[in-house]
């Protein structure tokens, strides 16, 4: 049997990931951070979401117990937390240098 053994000079080597075609350079990301009034708004909603909630659990809310609002606290929540990784802000595309 063959055994797959590597020379004494491939052994201990450092090479460099760019010398071995290994390695993916990191791309420029075009986004900016999200407004400051964007992350108060994320979280004033999703109290809001809660406290229809509760408030519905409790039977403080007009009507008897219900589920639409369960449903409207829900869907509140669910759009806070999608939103917050759908709505960034980007800059436009830059054009391209000719030449």
Not at 1 to 15: D, F, I, L, P, Q
Not at 38 to 60: C, K
Request: aromatic content about 10%; proline content about 7%.
């Amino acid at each position: 049997m063959a055994k797959n053994r590597r020379t004494s000079k491939e052994m201990g080597r450092y090479v460099a990931p760019e010398q071995r075609g290994r390695y993916t350079a990191k791309t420029q990301h075009d986004t900016t951070k999200s407004p400051r009034w964007f992350g108060a708004l994320i979280l004033e909603l999703l109290g809001f979401g809660l406290f229809v909630i509760v408030m519905n659990y409790l039977n403080v809310l007009p009507g008897a117990v219900s589920p639409w609002y369960l449903v409207l606290g829900l869907a509140v929540n669910v759009w806070c937390v999608l939103s917050r990784h759908t709505l960034q802000i980007t800059k436009p595309p830059r054009p391209k240098a000719r030449g």
